[in-house]
């Protein structure tokens, strides 16, 4: 055995474990870093299938973002993982019977592929000679070829997607207290103060009388 062939039994081992611990383990903080470990492994193995632009993408895309974004979310919200397991056992027969067959599916897929004994090599003949060919640069040139105008409407779906997904989720406290500077900007003088005059109510004089006739009331009931 060679030491590729060992490090793929390496690599699908902790792969296989990793997978097995994300969906049993208690905790969702630990599914998620198990499943981020699921992620590093396979994108070894991507890299031994010498796809190494698929491996990138797998660690740029799932683990450095999404599965970062997951981490963040499981350890903001408090979940309630005895609630969570309530009903496990009612929704299992019908849950084994997908798994069995996915499992199937994927095997009646993949066994086609184990039976290739030479390795797929990417070649190009130029003239008399033949010299490799980075995956990454074919994948490039026909990506921004080909496909650059679904690349294009992808992009254009995600930003649309991004800014609809910004646009729900903002929303404005009533308990902050918060003042558009747009606002302040705009606001006038005699919009801040208005003066207002108002009639006295009560003379001044009949203020003091009221006031001395408060002061004998209160020194007679001392007297």
Do not use: C
Not at 59 to 66: K, P, Q, S, T
Not at 135 to 148: H, V
């Amino acid at each position: 055995m060679d030491v590729k062939t060992g490090l793929f039994y390496f690599f699908s081992i902790v792969l296989l474990f990793a997978a097995f611990r994300v969906i049993t383990a208690r905790n969702p903080v630990y599914a998620v870093l198990y499943l981020v470990l699921a992620f590093f492994q396979a994108s070894a193995l991507w890299i031994l299938l010498k796809a190494e632009f698929l491996a990138i993408a797998l660690v740029l895309v799932y683990v450095g973002a999404v599965m970062v974004l997951f981490l963040f979310v499981v350890m903001m919200l408090d979940i309630n993982v005895d609630s969570l397991r309530e009903g496990f056992w009612k929704h299992f027969p019908l849950a084994a019977v997908v798994g069995v067959l996915i499992s199937l599916e994927m095997a009646a897929v993949l066994m086609g592929g184990f039976r290739i004994s030479d390795e797929p090599k990417a070649v190009a003949v130029v003239g008399q000679g033949m010299h490799q060919v980075s995956n990454t640069k074919e994948l490039g040139m026909l990506l921004y070829t080909q496909y650059l105008y679904p690349l294009e409407i992808a992009a254009v779906i995600l930003l649309v997607a991004i800014i609809a997904a910004i646009a729900l989720t903002l929303r404005q406290r009533k308990d902050s207290k918060f003042v558009d500077p747009a606002m302040q900007v705009r606001v006038r003088s005699q919009d801040r103060l208005e003066v207002l005059k108002m009639d006295a109510t009560q003379s001044f004089a009949a203020h003091e009388t009221a006031q001395a006739a408060a002061a004998n009331a209160a020194s007679e009931k001392l007297a």
